[in-house]
């Protein structure tokens, strides 16, 4: 499937300048994301300093600053954001993006690189000298840290067991696996967890080749990369839905990917209004995901001459089918919900055995804009003698933003933008962190020195017969 044609060259200054108007004329997120966000203090000082002195923002500052915006979506105008994103990719089509960041937006690539010679690559970059150098070629921060290369990468975890190919005649529930290229190339142990937790759950578990979610090129404005890898992956999951496939994300940021942004417009398009009957007169979206949530049952009904401008599927993905956006959309879940759902309806296994750990969850920002609770907490709960407590109240962003923490001149804000979290885990002292983010794995893993495990390794750990154990320190990583 290929994408269509892209809309007419946007003018990436105007957009921005718009941005400003927009967020200065409301005034709201000055002071309630003064220092949980690097975007805001920066349109703000560029609008004052225009109005103390005349002097407007130029070109490189408007793209600086969107660029400081790491789509947290801490803010409350999902229009600002995507405006955000629209002014990047709109300089990134004009002016181009730096090879250094190219090379770095494509995790999978990176992982595939650096993966297959491990012990030599953790050697090299352990080594002071040569760590720099290599760091320097793969643009990355000299003293960002990354977890050790696993010998074996879940790719080939996967052939191995045979699971990238169809299980034949499978009974029971189908999922496939969307790992994400963190857990595969830099956390396997995590990807591997998962599908031993969702097997031992009595799932028919499939892992075919999968394309990145597109996050990162997304964040970094590279629509031509997004949209080919969205391409891919739709391509395979909408097939997989088709037969009777549901599909799990163990990153939150893969499932926000593929069920929200991939999807929003998509109940707009002429394609899905066939598809209902709707007719001339009005437009027809199941309740909730006109707002991006997932339907609800039931119709919403708006009237078309009032709102055919507005409600429409115009957004970044509407060049792939929407009937494909939406296909895979509604089938999309978070593992933990997915296996909180099943544990409800009574399916799953018998018990956990005693694993005895004070954890606190942190639960990142992507799963938090998707509003499906805390379902890992609810199942963390269920082990016994584990005393997971989560992190409440004003959640501030861990700060790496994907891979925006590892570029070279976005590390140090990163971790400026982090500092309040981690204070305030430094203040409760927990033996361990368990969240469902490896991105904010590695920041944690940078910053502090507690362990971090996703939680379903947590959970697989309390699978086993005798779980009593402290999660392993974290592996030993290559010093800057
Ligand atoms: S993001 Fe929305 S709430 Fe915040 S300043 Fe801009 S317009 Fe106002
Ligand atoms: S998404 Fe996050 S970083 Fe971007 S403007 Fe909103 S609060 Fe700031």
């Given at each position: 499937m290929k994408a269509k044609d892209s809309p007419p060259a946007a003018v990436p200054e105007e957009i921005a300048r718009r941005i400003i108007r927009d967020c200065a004329d409301c005034?709201?997120?000055?002071?309630?994301?003064d220092e949980a966000c690097l975007f805001f203090p920066e349109l703000y000082r560029l609008h004052d300093r225009e109005m103390e002195t005349g002097r407007k923002p130029s070109s490189d500052e408007l793209r600086g600053m969107v660029e400081?915006?790491?789509?947290?979506?801490?803010?409350?105008?999902p229009n600002i954001r995507a405006d955000i994103i629209r002014a990047k990719t709109a300089f990134v089509a004009r002016d181009g993006l730096p090879p250094r960041v190219r090379l770095i937006e494509d995790v999978a690539r990176l992982g595939r690189i650096c993966g297959a010679f491990p012990r030599m690559t953790d050697r090299l970059l352990s080594s002071p000298r040569m760590g720099k150098r290599l760091k320097r070629w793969l643009g990355i921060h000299s003293e960002r840290r990354l977890p050790a290369f696993s010998k074996e990468n879940f790719l080939a975890w996967v052939r191995k067991r045979g699971l990238d190919r169809k299980p034949q005649a499978a009974e029971g529930r189908r999922v496939v696996y969307f790992a994400g290229c963190t857990a595969t190339y830099l956390f396997p142990e995590v990807a591997r967890s998962t599908v031993e937790v969702l097997q031992a759950w009595g799932l028919t578990v499939f892992c075919p080749p999968l394309s990145c979610c597109g996050m990162p090129s997304f964040l970094e404005g590279d629509r031509e990369f997004t949209l080919r890898a969205a391409a891919q992956n739709l391509a395979v999951l909408s097939a997989a839905v088709e037969e009777g496939y549901d599909i799990l994300c163990s990153c939150p940021t893969c499932s926000f990917m593929l069920r929200g942004l991939l999807a929003e417009g998509a109940y707009f398009s002429e394609a899905y209004q066939q598809r209902v009957g709707a007719d001339a007169r009005f437009i027809q979206v199941p309740a909730r995901a006109r707002a991006g949530g997932r339907p609800v049952g039931g119709m919403e009904v708006f009237d078309r001459a009032m709102f055919k401008n507005i409600l429409k599927d115009d957004g970044y993905f509407s060049g792939l089918d929407p009937l494909q956006r939406i296909a895979v959309a509604e089938k999309v879940y978070d593992v933990g919900e997915y296996l909180l759902q099943r544990e409800r309806e009574?399916?799953?296994?018998?018990g956990f055995s005693p694993l005895r750990l004070q954890a606190l969850y942190y639960p990142p920002c992507h799963q938090r804009e998707q509003q499906f609770g805390r379902p890992y907490l609810e199942l963390l709960r269920r082990v016994p003698e584990l005393e997971p407590t989560a992190l409440e109240?004003?959640?501030?962003?861990?700060?790496?933003a994907g891979v925006m923490g590892f570029k070279q001149d976005f590390h140090e804000a990163s971790i400026a933008l982090g500092d309040r979290l981690m204070r305030r885990i430094r203040e409760i002292h927990p033996q361990a962190i368990v969240t469902d983010c490896l991105s904010c794995r590695l920041q944690f893993e940078q910053l502090l020195s507690y362990p971090v495990r996703h939680p379903i390794e947590i959970l697989r750990q309390a699978?086993?017969?005798?779980?009593s154990r402290q999660p392993r320190e974290g592996k030993e990583k290559p010093s800057a």
């Open positions: 005034d709201c997120c000055r002071p309630i994301l400081k915006c790491n789509f947290c979506a801490l803010c409350p105008c009574g399916e799953g296994p018998q109240g004003n959640l501030h962003c861990c700060g790496l699978l086993q017969p005798s779980a």
